[in-house]
């Protein structure tokens, strides 16, 4: 691709990432080598301390990997550590007011009330960056993804799609499905819901995403409207690689 990723996101172009739950560098370091368009580390979910965050994006950073952080909650802190570290850009989780999307917004960007400056951060070439040069940079690279993953969510999808400052909207199928009650990450509501949120998006000119545990359904959510996905972790190549290995083993 020769765009940007932040270009490409916005040009809704199909790209191919996974999560990252191993906080371990030697993992960022071997899905360099795997052709995926980024990655994310799952700091919701997994046990990354500030330390091993910092570690895994200095190694994404030198292999000029994409690397975005899903944060725990989205606080102002969270966002400003991962992004002074190297992140390409943030995934906040249950973004389900209009509030939330703003703050996140601005956050993660540099102004009054915004990104806090420093230009002694690895983000920022460890004072060999001018200002405006770093300003520059940010507006050019560095994505802010709120996730929809509640019904209050959905129902603003179109006014979260619409705000400055928001380049994409992370729809969460497991959770969705948990909230409404369905249990299914292929059901119809699930999937209707999606599809309002890819829509909201294409309006403006904003990028979808979600995540698949495997790429049998690409095509399928491709037409609904998503141009991002988040195929699996290293935890499921792991256990797909292992169990296909041990079942052609005994096959034989």
Not at 21 to 50: M, N, Q, W
Not at 212 to 224: C, G
Request: glycine content about 8%.
């Amino acid at each position: 691709m020769s765009g940007t990723f932040k270009q490409n996101m916005h040009d809704q172009q199909l790209l191919a990432g996974t999560f990252l739950k191993t906080p371990a560098y030697e993992l960022v370091e071997v899905l360099a080598e795997s052709g995926l368009d980024f990655i994310c580390l799952d700091a919701e979910h997994a046990p990354f301390d500030r330390a091993r965050l910092d570690a895994c994006l200095a190694l994404a950073r030198a292999r000029n990997l994409p690397a975005l952080v899903r944060v725990a909650s989205g606080a102002r802190h969270e966002i400003l550590q991962a992004l002074d570290s190297g992140a390409t850009g943030v995934v906040v989780p249950h973004v389900d007011t209009v509030q939330k999307a703003q703050d996140i917004a601005k956050w993660g960007r540099f102004g009054h009330g915004g990104r806090g400056y420093a230009g002694s951060t690895r983000w920022a070439g460890f004072t060999t960056q001018r200002m405006p040069d770093l300003l520059q940079h940010s507006r050019d690279e560095t994505v802010v993804i709120a996730q929809i993953e509640e019904p209050e969510g959905v129902e603003l999808c179109e006014q979260i799609a619409a705000l400055d400052g928001i380049d994409g909207l992370f729809v969460g199928p497991a959770d969705l499905a948990v909230c409404l009650e369905v249990g299914d990450l292929n059901h119809p509501d699930v999937l209707q819901a999606m599809q309002r949120v890819a829509a909201a998006t294409k309006h403006n000119n904003c990028c979808c995403m979600t995540f698949v545990p495997d790429t049998s359904k690409v095509a399928a959510l491709q037409k609904l409207g998503v141009t991002m996905f988040y195929i699996s972790s290293e935890h499921g190549f792991m256990l797909q690689a292992a169990r296909n290995a041990a079942n052609d083993l005994r096959n034989k």
